[in-house]
Nanobody
Framework: QVQLVESGGGLVQAGGSLRLSCAVS????????MSWFRQAPGKEREFVAG???????YYGDSVKGRFTISRDNAKNTVYLQMNSLKPEDTAVYYC???????????????WGPGTQVTVSS
């Protein structure tokens, strides 16, 4: 397993931008598919974006064209650039490391503690 720590959350107005970071410790970073999920109060954890070691990326329908995921394998870090933020993007954002079906939480065995993103209207 690896250990994950997210940072970069905060309060932003609608239309604004934030960049989240996920620092990963562990020697096997390259063997994991890395993703961002989010969870709003009363809702299930939702897939946001994911990336493979080679840079293949996937996005949830609600964030396509607004969010961009990237990873720096030399720094063991994954990023989520969020633009054109909407109030419905408000949630706790989690970084996950896993293998298998990228959009399923069951594929991930390591999670960070999460970072709060709040978008005001």
């Amino acid at each position: 397993q690896v250990q994950l720590v997210e940072s970069g959350g905060g309060l932003v107005q609608a239309g604004g931008s934030l960049r989240l970071s996920c620092a990963v410790s562990g020697r096997t970073f390259g063997s994991y598919f890395m993703s961002w999920f989010r969870q709003a109060p009363g809702k299930e954890r939702e897939f946001v974006a994911g990336t493979s070691w080679s840079g293949v990326t996937y996005y949830g329908d609600s964030v396509k064209g607004r969010f961009t995921i990237s990873r720096d394998n030399a720094k063991n870090t994954v990023y989520l650039q969020m633009n054109s933020l909407k109030p419905e993007d408000t949630a706790v954002y989690y970084c996950g490391a896993g293998r298998g079906t990228y959009y399923s939480t069951r594929s991930y065995n390591s999670w960070g503690p999460g970072t709060q993103v709040t978008v005001s209207s």
